[in-house]
């Protein structure tokens, strides 16, 4: 309490009040330090995925995007950060690789991750908008758990293995034909071995016809010889 005094005028009394507002100001430059590297965190994130050459997205438990980088991004027709994966059924859609039957929702690997299931190189095709193929997608996903492990996100990731697939195709393809000709091949051999085996039959056969022939002129058996020149000639 302060008391001032004035020549025109009576003595007032002034009331100054004050407090300690030391541990408000450091907590709120606490926050704003912590906020900022929040930010410098996740712009490195961002720079790190970005760099990466798979699609690689982030969600939370509730299934919206938090973070996308440009190939996921183009793969999804544009920025994605801040939808949920359950709407992006008229950007992307997917069939199963091995069926070819339309994939449903609760299968993707979103909804799996989102249910505490990993998933790990699941080949599946991308449609175009028009139903067409668009690729073959490897796909991936892990659920994110906190403290408590509780499913708090996940993260997804994919690379494109058309031309990885087109190669294994046409590998087999010529695997394939090359046991196709080694088998050929084989029934070759088979072959000239039963006829050279059946031409020494032959040989045989008409040898000793020839020497019965021989025999029965000695002997005056002219009465078999034709049957026996039918079998030399044969």
């Not at 798979?54 to 950060?81: C, F, P, Q, Y």
């Not at 139903?131 to 490897?138: L, M, N, Q």
């Not at 090359?178 to 000239?192: I, N, P, T």
């Amino acid at each position: 309490r302060i008391t001032v005094t004035s020549v025109e005028s009576e003595p007032r009394t002034i009331l100054i009040a004050h407090s300690d507002v030391t541990e408000k100001i450091v907590a709120e430059l606490n926050v704003e330090d912590g906020t900022e590297e929040s930010r410098r965190q996740t712009l490195l994130l961002e720079k790190v995925i970005n760099g990466i050459t798979e699609a690689v997205t982030l969600i939370d438990r509730d299934g919206k995007i938090v973070l996308a980088n440009h190939v996921s991004s183009d793969r999804m027709g544009g920025s994605v950060v801040g939808l949920n994966v359950s709407t992006l059924s008229e950007r992307v859609r997917y069939k199963y690789f091995d069926t070819g039957n339309p994939m449903e929702q609760k299968d993707t690997i979103a909804a799996r991750a989102l249910r505490g299931e990993s998933t790990k190189d699941r080949r599946v095709v991308l449609l175009k908008s028009t139903g067409s193929d668009d690729g073959i997608i490897c796909q991936n996903a892990e659920p994110i758990f906190d403290d408590n492990g509780v499913i708090d996100g996940a993260v997804l990731w994919g690379r494109d293995i058309t031309a990885l697939v087109a190669a294994e195709k046409q590998k087999q393809q010529i695997e394939a034909e090359l046991a196709q000709s080694r088998r050929l091949e084989a029934v070759g051999h088979l072959a000239g071995g039963v006829a050279h085996d059946f031409n020494n039959l032959l040989m045989v056969v008409s040898g000793n016809a020839e020497t019965l022939l021989d025999l029965m002129a000695e002997r005056g058996a002219d009465d078999l010889g034709p049957l026996v020149t039918q079998i030399a000639e044969a």
